[in-house]
């Protein structure tokens, strides 16, 4: 099975969504626990990774991409 890959400050789409209603979350912050906050609400949860890994669908914006974007201008 493939890993999935994410860093600090993406925002990931859950297979299950906040009671909010939105099922983007931001990662901000990396470590056996992730911590995620509610794009909608702002409510951040701590998880554990093992969780996280298998509750995530996909990366819908990464951080990577936008300091790339910065570096050339």
Same mark, same amino acid.
């Given at each position: 099975? @493939?890993? &999935? ?8 789409? =859950?297979? &299950?969504?906040? #009671? !909010?209603?939105? $099922?983007?979350? @931001?990662?901000?912050? =990396? ?6 906050? !509610?794009?909608? !609400? ?5 998880? #554990?990774? /093992?969780?996280? @890994?298998? $509750? ?6 990464? $951080? /990577?991409?936008?300091? /790339? ?5």
């Amino acid at each position: 099975m @493939e890993r &999935k890959v994410f860093q600090l400050g993406d925002v990931v789409q =859950m297979k &299950k969504s906040h #009671p !909010c209603g939105s $099922n983007e979350m @931001e990662i901000i912050r =990396m470590g056996m626990d992730i911590r995620i906050k !509610c794009v909608g !609400c702002q409510h951040s949860v701590l998880i #554990p990774r /093992a969780k996280f @890994e298998k $509750n995530m669908k996909k990366v819908l914006r990464s $951080n /990577a991409i936008d300091e /790339a974007q910065q570096e050339t201008l």
